[in-house]
């Protein structure tokens, strides 16, 4: 009755160790090979950063190799593309737009591997498009823009005038001109990422034409845009893609926020679980992809009647009942000079 006993533990243990580690003749699951090619540095605040910090959070969640490049030059996306297929990534992120060409081209050579390009338009048999919808957002910061402006009169600055870009300040000045409390816009593009003083300039133009909310899309040199916030008399910022209030806490009233890197890694996911299809992905408001995130310190200054107000606007553009525009006004678009102090800064203004 004891070796019986023994026996029939010893099956019941066998048992529980095979279904804590899995069948002892089946293979372990092969770790994911995930890589990155970014367009600018990842220590930019928003959103090569962002970028990068979703790589690491599949690294993180599905234990997943991976890699980052920063290629800055278009004429070494492909290379950059081709070279982490033949390496054998499984899925390759391009972080902008401006890589759908490239892994167009490179995608048909390496079958094996899909290509996910972050705000992108392109699809094919093994490549996918990620639209992080941060025209939502951004068009709840402008309506709020417009309905808070004292002087009537709102602000943006872009870094370089790519798809990704206009979309976002389009949604910030369908928001603020939704308001119809006779508001002007005025949006100016500096071509720069980077370039700090020229997104500065841009912003103090703005402040001194009257505009007393700014929004930026500029990335690393939004910073400028802050800096001349906080030199102006009551003027508000907002930030982009990251919250950005703890950069300047005391004009910063809020930010548009796209979680990057849970976009990131629901796309792995999906790799991982074969559902992944060469298509455009749209996540939004209504995915929890994109939100407003409101400086702690600054909220207070915001009626509690406007924040209900704007929190209804969000569920009718999260039901369906209100799409959020990702074009320009025409008139805004129309390549026209803003001011002459816009002109003077060798600026772009639409």
Request: net charge positive; charged share 20%.
């Amino acid at each position: 009755m004891q070796r019986l006993t023994i026996v029939v533990l010893g099956i019941l243990g066998a048992i529980l160790l095979i279904g804590l580690i899995g069948p002892v003749s089946g293979k372990a699951r092969k770790p994911m090979k995930v890589a990155l090619i970014t367009p600018g540095a990842i220590s930019d605040g928003g959103w090569n950063q962002a970028a990068y910090q979703g790589l690491k959070k599949i690294e993180r969640e599905l234990k997943a190799q991976t890699a980052h490049a920063e290629v800055r030059a278009p004429a070494d996306y492909p290379q950059a593309f081709r070279d982490f297929a033949s390496r054998g990534f499984d899925l390759i992120f391009g972080h902008g737009f401006e890589f759908g060409d490239a892994a167009l081209e490179i995608s048909r050579l390496f079958p094996k591997s899909f290509f996910v390009i972050t705000s992108g338009r392109v699809q094919g048999a093994n490549v996918a498009s990620l639209q992080m919808q941060i025209n939502e957002p951004a068009y709840l910061l402008g309506y709020l823009a417009g309905k808070m402006s004292r002087t009537k009169k709102v602000g943006c600055v872009g870094g370089m005038k790519i798809p990704s870009v206009e979309r976002s300040l389009a949604g910030f000045v369908a928001g603020a001109l939704e308001t119809k409390g006779k508001i002007q816009v005025r949006v100016t593009y500096t071509g720069s990422f980077e370039d700090v003083l020229a997104a500065k300039e841009a912003a103090r133009a703005l402040i001194r034409w009257g505009a007393d909310f700014l929004m930026h899309n500029a990335d690393a040199s939004g910073i400028g845009v802050f800096q001349a916030a906080s030199e102006g008399k009551g003027v508000f910022a907002f930030g982009c893609i990251q919250p950005q209030h703890s950069l300047m806490p005391k004009v910063v009233l809020g930010s548009a926020v796209a979680d990057i890197p849970s976009g990131f890694l629901t796309i792995a996911f999906w790799h991982r679980d074969g559902r992944l299809r060469g298509k455009i992905y749209y996540l939004g408001l209504k995915e929890g992809a994109v939100r407003v995130v409101f400086n702690p310190r600054l909220v207070s200054q915001v009626p509690r009647s406007l924040l209900a107000e704007l929190d209804a606007v969000k569920q009718k553009i999260t039901s369906g009942l209100f799409k959020v525009p990702d074009r320009m006004p025409a008139d805004l678009a129309s390549g026209q000079r803003a001011d002459a102090d816009i002109a003077k800064a060798n600026l772009y203004s639409f």
